[in-house]
């Protein structure tokens, strides 16, 4: 344990396992240890990090800002939030935005929206379908959208108004509708549960559903939005729109930031019904103009696309050697190895050794989430980190073919 370590363990609440490195700087891929030691990061500030660490459009935003103007509140008209406003409404399908400081504070403002709209326009309709093992973020309400039961036990009590069902199935969303549901809330693709992708189908049948019943369908896009995927937003993708999106994580490419966005004829919210101190304030707003404006002004969906599949395929010709690797899956910049065995722990260690950044959002489950800016080199080096780190817990935990 080293100094920084040892004040964690004496003075922060122990709420996570965090990973033996302390983390002193950061520069586009790569960190450095409080040792000096260089690693190659495709954690990303778990899929945060859009533009890479320090980039310099980042850093002028936040100076720039800094300088000018930080905080007034929302009782007044500042100019970098209508700045971000235009150009997010503008190249979405989306007609209004709300932006706050979170993931999980975005998507509690969208079930708001969803039961106001339910009151509205439903008869006082208020339950929300999610989707079992999704993750919409640690507040009490989130608690009860995100379909995990070991998140849940200990907070019972917990808000009343969601129903949890499979996720990819159709059918389990039309039976859990009744007169009292207002939407169904989903991720595009599971990023916590592993980067999990839905069958071709399945948003697009529950967007029908959706249609057909009068209900909202909110996409949960913290993880996939942002051009993690490879287009600026996951829905692209999946040939649906949704009434009401959710954004934080690659938005504000490193500070804090969340938004929600609606259609118009969802957008039923009006003065006083929501607010927030900090939401929508000149600093973080100004950087999140700079990080949506360089990722569609520059090249950064189109590298996300190539290296995306360049990954995809490294990971491939890693399968055809490590039989313990059960499946690769995802899109762009999220993408993830299944193993056979509870090996993740074991690959992040030897990936740690090989001075490579992962992240095991399960036992057998490792994820990859990259900044977007990653190149082709930084694409193979990774792949060939990796590789090494695979060969050493193969051959640790006697795993090697035949
Ligand atoms: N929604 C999704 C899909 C997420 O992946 C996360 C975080 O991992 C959240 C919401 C919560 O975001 P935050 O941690 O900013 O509250």
Redesign the pocket.
């Known amino acids: 344990m080293n100094k920084w370590q040892e004040l964690e363990a004496r003075y922060y609440m122990q709420t996570g396992r965090r990973s033996p490195l302390t983390i002193e700087r950061g520069e586009g891929l790569r960190v450095w240890d409080d040792e000096g030691n260089e690693y190659l990061d495709f954690v990303g500030g778990?899929?945060v990090d859009t533009l890479g660490h320090c980039h310099p459009r980042i850093v002028k935003a936040l100076e720039e800002q800094g300088r000018t103007l930080i905080q007034t509140s929302n009782q007044f008209y500042t100019i970098p939030q209508l700045q971000l406003a235009e150009v997010l409404v503008e190249n979405s399908c989306m007609s209004r935005i709300y932006v706050c400081n979170?993931?999980?504070?975005a998507?509690e403002g969208a079930v708001k929206l969803a039961r106001k709209y339910g009151r509205v326009h439903r008869n006082g309709a208020y339950e929300v379908i999610t989707a079992l093992n999704s993750?919409?973020?640690?507040t009490l309400a989130?608690v009860s959208a995100t379909g995990q039961p070991a998140h849940q036990d200990i907070y019972q009590p917990i808000p009343t108004g969601f129903v949890n069902v499979p996720y990819g199935d159709v059918e389990a969303i039309m039976e859990a509708t009744s007169e009292k549901t207002c939407a169904v809330l989903l991720?595009p693709i599971q990023?916590?549960a592993g980067v999990v992708t839905p069958g071709e189908e399945y948003l697009r049948r529950v967007r029908e559903w959706c249609d057909k019943q009068g209900l909202l369908l909110i996409l949960?896009e913290?993880?996939t939005g942002i051009g993690r995927l490879g287009t600026l937003f996951g829905y692209q993708q999946f040939g649906v729109e949704p009434d009401i999106m959710?954004l934080?994580?690659g938005l504000g490419g490193g500070v804090p930031i969340?938004a929600f966005m609606a259609k118009e004829e969802a957008a039923v919210f009006e003065p006083g019904d929501h607010g927030s101190t900090y939401g929508g304030n000149p600093l973080t707003c100004a950087v999140a103009f700079a990080v949506v404006d360089e990722v569609i002004s520059g090249h950064i969906l189109n590298n996300v696309r190539q290296n995306g599949e360049r990954l995809m395929k490294g990971l491939g010709a890693l399968q055809a050697k490590f039989p313990f690797m059960t499946e690769v899956r995802g899109r762009g910049m999220l993408q993830a190895i299944v193993f056979s065995e509870d090996v993740a722990p074991d690959v992040f260690t030897a990936c740690l050794a090989n001075r490579l950044l992962i992240n095991t959002p399960r036992p057998n489950i490792v994820r990859f989430m990259p900044p977007l800016v990653v190149t082709e080199a930084e694409v193979d080096e990774a792949v060939e980190k990796l590789e090494a780190a695979l060969a050493q817990v193969a051959q640790d935990m006697g795993l090697l073919k035949g």
């Open positions: 778990w899929a979170s993931g999980a504070e998507n993750f919409h973020g640690r989130m991720e990023g916590e949960d913290v993880q959710t934080a994580k969340g």
